[in-house]
């Protein structure tokens, strides 16, 4: 058996295990940020009472989504419809960073694919070290 076998290091492997894990959190943040965003666009469009609890949590965590994208666009005033005491708003600087948030999903989902991938080809990679005879699936 020869001494150049393509054997991967493991400590490389759990490298890569510790970068997908990390972003997986990232995604599963930025999902949830989405959720938040669509809500809170969904209540300041409808003219939601910000005196409901959760309308008012629903604000809350929609500010914090919000943070760097406060200003960029003016809201648009809707007016008051029938007996509403709240007016409703439509806040183009929400569905701007809806945007932002999804391109950055995508390219987070975009990274785990390529690091799957090559953790796939790094498996492979070691069972020909093991057994340089098989070929991993392949014909």
């Known amino acids: 058996?020869?001494?150049?076998?393509?054997?991967?290091?493991?400590?490389r492997r759990v490298a890569l295990l510790g970068v997908?894990?990390?972003?997986?959190?990232?995604?599963?943040?930025?999902?949830v940020t989405e959720a938040v965003?669509?809500?809170?666009f969904t209540l300041l469009l409808f003219g939601a009472n910000p005196d409901a609890s959760f309308v008012a949590w629903s604000y809350r965590s929609l500010d914090r989504a919000m943070e760097p994208f406060r200003g960029?666009?003016?809201?648009?005033?809707l007016g008051?419809?029938?007996s509403q005491e709240v007016g409703a708003v439509l806040?183009?600087?929400?569905?701007?960073?809806?945007?932002?948030?999804?391109?950055?999903?995508?390219?987070?989902s975009s990274?785990?694919?390529?690091?799957?991938?090559?953790?796939?080809?790094?498996a492979e990679a070691d069972e020909r070290a093991v057994d340089p005879g098989t070929?991993?699936?392949?014909?």
């Open 1 to 11: 058996m020869s001494t150049d076998l393509p054997h991967v290091h493991p400590r």
């Open 20 to 31: 997908r894990a990390l972003a997986w959190i990232v995604y599963a943040y930025v999902v």
């Open 37 to 40: 965003l669509a809500l809170g």
């Open 72 to 77: 960029i666009f003016t809201p648009i005033d």
């Open 80 to 82: 008051l419809s029938g």
């Open 91 to 108: 806040d183009t600087s929400v569905l701007f960073a809806m945007l932002v948030y999804a391109v950055a999903a995508w390219l987070v």
């Open 111 to 122: 990274l785990l694919d390529w690091i799957g991938g090559f953790l796939e080809r790094l």
């Open 135 to 139: 070929t991993a699936g392949r014909p």
